[in-house]
Each structure stands twice: as C-alpha cells, then as structure tokens.
C-alpha cells in the first residue's frame, strides 16, 4: 500500500470525534480518495457507535467502510489538543489513524490494514517515533513501511 506525505495532517485543532470525522472526510474528498464526504463522515460515525475505535497511550484507529472510498486509505491525524476517546487506558486521543476502504473491500483489506497498524501500535520505538516526529517524509516512510509488513529503525 502506497502512503504519501499528503496523507498525513499535523497539529488539526478539532474539539470532538464528531468534528475529526468531518475533517477526514472533508480531507479524502479534496484529495480524491472518496466521492462524497458526507456519507464517508456518516460512515466513520455509524461505525464508531458500534464500538469505540480508540485504543491506549493516546491512540485510536477509527475506520470508515463505504461506498464512496475508491480505494482502501489510511491518513494519518495528529491532534494540536488531545480529545476525548473511549480508549483501553481511559488517555485522551492524539494520534488518529484513519482507515477507509471500499464496501468490497471490507472483510479482506480492512482487515489487513487494521491488522498491521495495531501490531505496530504494541512496538514502543513506533509509538516514540510517532509521536515525537514533525518530519511528514519521515511519517511516511515509517508508516508505509508497517502497513507493508516492513520495518525500519
């Protein structure tokens, strides 16, 4: 899976999930990766209802499974101000991993996709890098590498 740079949004000043699923979707549609925002944010929202999406240590992994996204995305989300989250260590979120895949796409790549970025949320030299990076080629490149199985140090 390609990830580029412009998939990547640094300091996002939101103040709700609600509003960080209207900035993503927002984002996929000017960036061509979906075909109506409206319908991507609802999706992120039905599915955030079903079972909270954060994880620990500041993190979460909100997926949007529709009929707009052309092609499975991950964006990655760094928040200017943590926001509330259900998550497993009861943190706030700051770093948003942000999934869309095509309706097809939805019991195979989805999975996958998830799969690889929550393994690589249980490594602490990912998370510090995350974390503490303000480098989007750096981001990147670090991001690519684990949603493709590789690692890099």
């Known amino acids: 899976m390609d990830f580029q740079k412009k998939n990547i949004l640094l300091n996002v000043a939101v103040t709700s999930k609600e509003e960080l699923f209207h900035v993503i979707a927002h984002h996929a549609y000017e960036s061509g990766i979906v075909t109506n925002a409206a319908d991507t944010c ?3 929202i039905e ?7 954060g994880l620990q240590e500041g993190f979460a992994i909100p997926h949007a499974k529709a009929e ?11 928040l ?4 509330e989250w259900e998550t497993f260590d009861d943190s706030a979120v700051k770093n948003v991993f942000a999934l869309m895949v095509p309706k ?11 799969s690889r970025l929550a393994t690589a949320l249980l490594e602490e030299t990912f998370i510090q890098q995350i974390q503490q990076s303000e480098d989007k080629a750096y981001l990147a490149e670090l991001i690519k590498k684990e949603m493709m199985g590789e690692k890099i140090v």
């Open 42 to 44: 609802a999706a992120f």
């Open 68 to 78: 707009p996204v052309l092609e499975p995305t991950v964006l990655f989300i760094r």
């Open 80 to 83: 200017e101000q943590a926001i």
């Open 47 to 53: 599915r955030e209802a079903q079972y909270s999406t």
């Open 104 to 114: 097809k796409d939805e019991g195979t790549v989805h999975l996958q996709m998830l």
